[in-house]
Structure formats: structure tokens, C-alpha cells
């Protein structure tokens, strides 16, 4: 068999445990190596895949089932792996639906891009699920925050109920109109019950992102319209708040012909473009675009789930909400940003689209295009130090600085 564990990997496996978090990068094998974990060490079989391991049947039989996104269980590659292990699964499922497996025990959960941030109706479920059965966590980016942790840490034990881990660890903002967390304490304890789940997993792949900054034009006079006057300059009329500012100043900023100019000298080079984008007008524009060319063009976001082009140029136009996760490309060694997103885990998501294991490119170009607007460059500077903009805050900094 041609395919077998790194070492990064086979380390994973002999780190990894009940109720751990198992944390790579996207493309790293996080799936494959969960797989192992199951056969290995909690059915306690022997697989091919393990250097040095001989094929050995598991000592018990147990239902394995998977949670994960919908296009990775319509996409049919968690049982692809897993007949290289080999294991059969017993359902493979999306988060959409854990509540039907609420009742199942004794059983194995993976569950696959963690979906269990806050406590609503997919954390309560998760939590009915681990209390009664064997489980696993798969996440690139575990948590953002610490009580993005917090359904783990109950998963696991570390706290009776959601209310104890609060009065253990969050002060809440008395002046917000919702619940906000104005700073958290016995951070000591929080980092002690994380070191304990998580699990790192590096990767040995070949492969170097290379990012440049493509720089775009944009209407300074317009910008300053929106942006002072505060005057809705799509439809003349007042601006209504600071969400509809903030869309109507990046509207303005990527409309720019600019943008498809840069678009037109990335494609002179690549032929095979993944093109991330926000909003509905952005597609328009881009499809638009790809017509004008005469560009083959498929599109993922919530009105289409078409798959990745297979002519020998195309151009796959993927909305970052829709599209940042749960599928890969090894046909292309390009993605161009065609709009920030504000959350840098989407970034890195969708940037891990195309940097995978089994890519045969050695090299990968990111096309980041940006203005020197200055709401593009308060986003540039969140995303370079690993943060999420927050246009309340970026706004109020604009106004104390006039």
C-alpha cells in the first residue's frame, strides 16, 4: 500500500485519546489520522498504514459514525479513507442533523470541523452524545476565545454545567445590551484544561504559500461622500447605520474596474484561478467578467453547488461563508482574494483549499486584491496580527482620530 502515516501523524496517534481535540492545518490528514486513532487504539486493531504494523482485525466491533459539513459527507471522502484503514462506517452524517444521534451509545463519534461554538441546540446535542460514547474532535482551529472551548471542557468533565464554568472564569459587560464578556480570570486553569484536550498535529507537506498584495484603485471623492457625509451614494439618501456604511464603503471600493484589470493579468498567468468573494454584487461582477472572456466558470455559495471546473482553463468563483471549508483543489496553484473577508480563520480556511498533502505544486500564489482605502487597510492590519475586524470599533477609532 502507497500510502502510509508521517511521523507527524503517527505522533498524533499515540498523543491522541478520548475526548481529545486533534488540531492541524487544513490538508494535513487530520481525517486519516483520526481513522488510525479508531483502529489502533480504541478497537485496538492493527493497520497497514502504521509503520511497521501488519493488517490485524479490530478485538471489538463497534458503530463508528462521523459528523461533519455537508459537502464532505456528500463528497463521500470519509468513507474513501476509511477503506484504507480499513473501517467501515457506520453513518456519515452533517452537523445539520446530530440531534438524531442524541440517543446512540456506546458507539465512536468523529467529529469533523467543529461546529460547537456557544450553547445552542448543536452544543446540547453534542454534549448528549459524548456522555454516552467514545469521541474525537477535528479542528484546524479549535477556538478563537475561551468559551469557544467551553462545550469541550464540559464534554470532558473539567465543569459540572455551563453556569459553573461562567462564574469559574467570565465577567460579564454591565453596559452591553447583550451578553458580552468583558474579560475572563483563572486563565492558568483555562490553559491546564486546554493543554490536556488538544492535540497538535504539524504537517510535512512540500508546499510554500507565497501572498502578495495586489494594490486596486478606488473613487477617493466617493469614499469621502460615504464616509463623512454619510450619504448612501447608491441610492441618494441617508445612511442608515454603521453595518450598511462599512458594506456601502467596501460596495464602492470593490466595484472598481481595477479589481478585474488585476483579474485579468492573474488569469494571463495561471489559467486555473479559485476566486473567493463576499457578496451577491461581487458575483455579479465576476460572472460578468468570466462571460466577457469567455471563461468556463463554476460557482460555490448558497445558490450553487457546482463542482470545481474541468476544462483546461477555468475560473471557480467560491463565496467565503459558503466555500471556506470542507473540500479541496489539487488542480491549481492559485486563489485570489478578490474581497477581504473579516475573520481571519476564514482566511487561512480558504487558503488551505488548495495547499494539500497530495498537491503536486510545489509553490502556491495568493492574490490578496486591497485598496488604500482606509477601511481596507484597518482590515488589512486585523488580518496581519490574526484578528477578526470589528467595524464598531474600527469606526469609533476613525472618529477619535478626525
Known amino acids: ?58 478485538k471489538v466491533n463497534v458503530p463508528i459514525y462521523v459528523i461533519t459539513t455537508p ?64 469521541w474525537v474532535l477535528l479542528s484546524a482551529t479549535p477556538g478563537d476565545t475561551w468559551l469557544e472551548y467551553m462545550p469541550v471542557f464540559l464534554a470532558n468533565g473539567f465543569y459540572k454545567n455551563k453556569t459553573e464554568f461562567e462564574r469559574e472564569h467570565i465577567i460579564w459587560s454591565r453596559f452591553s445590551k447583550y451578553p458580552k464578556v468583558e474579560r475572563y480570570f483563572n486563565i492558568s486553569r483555562l490553559i491546564h484544561n486546554r493543554d490536556r484536550i488538544v492535540i497538535d498535529m504539524p504537517d510535512q507537506r512540500p508546499t510554500t504559500q507565497h501572498h502578495k498584495d495586489v494594490i486596486c484603485d478606488f473613487d477617493s471623492f466617493q469614499y469621502d461622500v460615504l464616509a463623512k457625509k454619510r450619504w448612501n451614494i447608491f441610492e441618494n439618501k441617508p445612511v442608515r447605520d454603521i453595518s450598511q456604511l462599512c458594506y456601502l464603503l467596501r460596495k464602492l471600493i470593490n466595484s472598481d474596474e481595477s479589481r478585474l484589470t488585476a483579474l485579468d493579468s492573474i488569469f494571463a498567468r495561471h489559467k486555473k484561478v479559485i476566486v473567493f468573494y463576499n457578496f451577491d454584487y461581487e458575483l455579479y461582477i465576476l460572472r460578468e467578467w468570466c462571460a466577457s472572456k469567455h471563461i468556463t466558470y463554476s460557482e460555490w455559495n448558497g445558490h450553487n453547488h457546482d463542482p470545481i471546473p474541468t476544462s483546461k482553463f477555468w475560473v471557480y468563483l467560491c463565496q467565503y461563508t459558503a466555500a471556506k471549508e470542507a473540500w479541496n483543489c489539487i488542480e491549481t496553484d492559485c486563489i485570489v482574494f478578490y474581497s477581504q473577508t473579516y475573520s481571519y480563520k476564514a482566511l487561512v480556511q480558504s487558503a488551505g483549499r488548495i495547499d494539500r498533502m497530495n498537491t503536486s505544486f510545489m509553490h502556491l500564489y495568493y492574490y490578496h486584491l486591497i485598496s488604500g482605502a482606509p477601511i481596507e487597510a484597518a482590515i488589512q492590519t486585523s488580518l496581519t496580527h490574526k484578528e477578526n475586524f470589528n467595524e464598531k470599533r474600527w469606526l469609533q477609532n476613525e472618529l477619535g482620530s478626525q
Open 1 to 58: 500500500m502507497d500510502i502510509q502515516l508521517t511521523d507527524y501523524q503517527v505522533d498524533a496517534v499515540e498523543k491522541m485519546h478520548n475526548g481529545c481535540i486533534l488540531r492541524g492545518n487544513t490538508g494535513s490528514g487530520k481525517t486519516l489520522t483520526s481513522l488510525v486513532h479508531v483502529f489502533e487504539k480504541v478497537l485496538k486493531g492493527s493497520s497497514p498504514l502504521y509503520p511497521g504494523h501488519t493488517y490485524t482485525r479490530p
Open 71 to 134: 459537502m464532505k459527507r456528500d463528497s463521500f471522502d470519509w468513507p474513501r479513507e476509511a477503506a484504507l484503514v480499513p473501517l467501515i462506517l457506520t453513518q456519515v452524517d452533517s452537523w445539520n442533523n446530530i440531534k438524531k444521534y442524541e440517543s446512540i451509545k456506546n458507539a465512536i463519534f468523529i467529529f469533523d470541523e467543529s461546529k460547537v461554538i456557544g450553547y445552542g441546540a448543536w452544543t446540547k446535542s453534542f454534549l448528549k452524545i459524548t456522555s454516552n460514547n467514545a
